[in-house]
């Protein structure tokens, strides 16, 4: 039993430390890079994980209060649905312009070759 425990302490250890890490906004972790000590946390087994929590991470209430999952909620892309996205409606306005004008400008075409086509009839006709 104790060889187990002696294998699974470490383990959790690292896993929460390595969670703790990702979940720790860039700005909060200190001396190092995130990337570094996730690197860190993953190569040294024991001491990466006693060494994050130790000296990696400001352990003050950061400004405003905020904890990880409100950062990340902060920082978090919001989907809007198509029809309620202006920027989606708007870019569609603007392509149904350009086709519409370019379907005009088709329209325009075919009727001067229908009408050229007309002349070319009638002036074979007459002769």
Known sequence: ?????MFILPLALTIYA????????E????????VVWVIIILLFWIVGPIVWF???KMRTVPAGGRTPSEWHRGHRHEWVAPDDNPE????LREENKKDESLLKDWEADLRRREEELKRREQGEGKD
């Open 1 to 5: 039993m104790i060889r187990a425990l």
């Open 18 to 25: 390595f969670i703790d890490c990702l979940n720790t906004p």
């Open 27 to 34: 700005d909060e972790a200190k001396h190092l890079p995130k």
């Open 54 to 56: 130790a000296a990696g």
């Open 88 to 91: 989606f409606l708007k870019a």
